[in-house]
């Protein structure tokens, strides 16, 4: 018996992400046409903008340092630590299964997730946004 692999098929049973949790996201994986002229291997930071009932997805958002989307649909925060603005566009989020999530890096800059009053302006802006 391999223990390992037991331990990884458990972990995957037990998890589920967190909406606000920052995940380190490679370009290949968008399908909304974000970060499509960029190296396929370059990395930038996603959001979880949902979870959904299904137990197998998530809604993600990809996020960016440059700020050329302004917007409704933009979620800026000034990750606290690094003093860094990202802007995750959340028109530009897709459906993404949570066993694929599970294969990234969560976090960006030492950051995992938004603080509790982020999370709300997040929430908020999700609900003006959709």
């Known amino acids: 018996m391999d223990y390992e692999e037991k ?3 458990l972990y995957k049973e037990l998890f589920v992400p967190e909406v606000g949790s920052i ?4 370009n290949r994986i968008w399908t909304t046409n974000f970060a499509k002229n960029n190296n396929s291997d370059q990395f930038h930071p996603s959001i979880i903008e ?3 009932h299904d ?5 993600l958002a990809p996020g960016s340092s440059k700020n ?7 979620f800026k925060v000034i990750l606290k630590n690094q003093k860094i603005t990202s ?3 959340l028109k530009l989020s897709m459906p993404y299964l949570i066993e694929d ?7 960006w800059n030492s950051i995992e997730k938004i603080n509790g009053n982020e999370l709300k302006r997040f929430n908020w802006q999700i609900k003006i946004c959709k």
């Open 50 to 52: 949902k979870v959904y």
């Open 7 to 9: 331990l990884k098929e």
């Open 68 to 74: 050329y989307r302004k917007g409704k649909c933009v």
């Open 101 to 107: 999530l599970i294969i990234l890096k969560r976090g």
């Open 55 to 59: 137990g197998i997805s998530i809604q």
């Open 87 to 89: 802007y995750f566009l």
């Open 23 to 26: 995940w380190k996201a490679p």
